[in-house]
């Protein structure tokens, strides 16, 4: 396995060669275009910059069908190529950053929205959320939940390194029940296979960082479309803003799809609501349908807040504003990072979303240097909530003893400055993962390096792997 010290990107196979088989095949080999698509939101992190910055693949393939898709895939297995697939390139982690170089496959090209169901959509690995929700929109759906991303973001990419998003609080997390209807992905072998995973099984890929399978289909939940309303709403205390926001959370009839709370300090980041939004205040990010509004504003006063701006889709256009979920989710953090590139950010397990005492005496010890931001989700059916909170980074240290704080008050960290996929997402090993890469990757040339379990278990056959879930 290399260690952070020796990762460094591009490798020094035949590419004249490899790029001569995938002929037919959209090819980059500009070096700046190369570089480009080796990159991904891990700047966030200083951390992560320090570590990825320098590491790029050889050559971006970029399959217009599945078939081309699995020649590239042939191609590189015959060259024992590193591959990484890739979407629209905006994950936090550097997961579609290639750490030993090789071969980029951009599934931008592979976009089509194929089938649209009764409560399901089907469409290529490459098709943006964005668009998939307008093609939804003829059938009075949209999709159950997507990334803040959604105008640059795949699905597929979603499906392979997300986990949930707006619609989470009303929905669930991608992987649960429901959500997920199915997929297809292609191993890579001399002949490339495309394996079908329905239901529960599409777990085996979820969320995996494409370290086991090259998706090129997925079938997603969506629901009926409604009448939302964007809306934000001040307060004088965060607590107060987080109690509402838990609230609201609860309230299922109500049919919230966003509910997010931020720092007075990191709304003070957010220029474009300067005359929309009470200066100075704490504020509470939400979407409604039409028929909920009224219930949103009571909890919203009960707490002592004002709704500020309530905006359906045309007056939110009319009025030049971006959507409301541009303020949530890590689009936050973004916010900031765009005037200022020394904030960085952490990601926070809540361990019981309706102690609001706990936020309150969390604030106060985490002190100038960490801003909380808390988003809501349902997780098997259960309230959850996690902060996403702006810390003013100094150093490895500092950021450690931050990470303390949080502990100490029993939060989980989830690491948002580690590349394995061990490290932040999951936090433990998944051996399904892992079972899964050895059948359809057996020469573990997909993300390499990404997982940092994976060389303890290569040489073990799939079924050993998958019994080691078991023995966790
Ligand atoms: C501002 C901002 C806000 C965000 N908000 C959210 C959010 O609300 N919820 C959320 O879950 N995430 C969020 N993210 C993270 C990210 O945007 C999403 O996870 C997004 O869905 C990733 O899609 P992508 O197409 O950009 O994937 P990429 O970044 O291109 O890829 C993500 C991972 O999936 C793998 N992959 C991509 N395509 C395939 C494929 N066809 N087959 C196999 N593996 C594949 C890649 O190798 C990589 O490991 C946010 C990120 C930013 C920067």
Not at 229 to 241: E, K, L, Q, V, W
Request: aromatic share 8%; hydrophobic share 40%; with cysteine.
């Amino acid at each position: 396995m290399k260690d952070d010290a020796s990762i460094s990107g591009r490798n020094s196979l035949d590419w004249d060669a490899i790029a001569a088989e995938l002929d037919g095949v959209e090819l980059i080999r500009e070096p700046v275009l190369v570089k480009k698509r080796s990159r991904d939101f891990f700047w966030y992190s200083p951390i992560l910059n320090r570590t990825l910055k320098t590491c790029f693949g050889d050559l971006v393939a970029r399959p217009a069908t599945p078939d081309q898709m699995a020649r590239c895939l042939a191609v590189a297995h015959a060259h024992d190529a590193p591959v990484v697939l890739r979407g629209g390139g905006t994950g936090n982690y550097g997961q579609s950053v290639p750490l030993d170089g090789g071969l980029i496959i951009d599934t931008t090209a592979m976009n089509r929205v194929l089938e649209i169901g009764d409560g399901w959509v089907r469409a290529e690995a490459g098709a943006l959320m964005a668009d998939i929700n307008a093609a939804l929109a003829e059938s009075g759906q949209e999709l159950a939940m997507f990334p803040s991303t959604q105008d640059i973001a795949t699905i597929g990419g979603f499906v392979a390194g997300g986990s949930g998003g707006i619609g989470s609080v009303a929905h669930g997390m991608l992987r649960d029940k429901g959500n997920l209807i199915g997929l297809t992905a292609l191993s890579v072998e001399a002949e490339p296979q495309a394996h079908r995973f329905e239901g529960s099984d599409a777990l085996h890929i979820h969320h995996a960082w494409g370290l086991n399978g090259a998706i090129t289909e997925v079938t997603v939940r969506c629901v009926p479309r409604q009448d939302w309303i964007g809306c934000i709403a001040s307060f004088d205390d965060y607590t107060s803003a987080y109690a509402a926001g838990y609230d609201l959370a609860c309230d299922k009839e109500m049919g919230c799809k966003l509910v997010s709370t931020v720092d007075a300090r990191i709304a003070g980041y957010f220029p474009r609501l300067m005359g929309h939004v009470r200066q100075g205040a704490d504020l509470l990010v939400a979407m409604v349908p039409r028929a909920g509004l009224e219930g949103l504003r009571a909890v919203i006063t009960a707490h002592g807040g004002t709704l500020d701006v309530a905006l359906d889709e045309g007056a939110r256009q009319a009025a030049g504003l971006p959507h409301v979920f541009e303020f949530s989710y890590n689009h936050t953090t973004l916010q900031v990072l765009k005037s200022d590139r020394s904030a960085t950010y952490q990601q926070i397990g809540v361990p019981d979303a309706g102690d609001i005492g706990a936020i309150a005496r969390l604030n106060a010890d985490l002190g100038d240097d960490v801003w909380q931001h808390h988003e809501f989700a349902r997780r098997g059916g259960a309230v959850v909530s996690f902060d996403l909170p702006i810390v003013w980074y100094e150093s490895d240290e500092q950021l450690g003893r931050v990470n303390a704080i949080y502990e100490r008050h029993g939060f989980t960290v989830h690491d948002a400055h580690a590349f394995h996929v061990e490290g932040g997402g999951l936090k433990n090993v998944d051996y399904r993962h892992l079972a899964w890469k050895k059948r359809m990757d057996p020469k573990g040339l997909m993300n390499s390096g990404k997982s940092k379990a994976w060389p303890q278990v290569r040489d073990l056959p799939a079924d050993q792997i998958e019994r080691m879930t078991q023995e966790e």
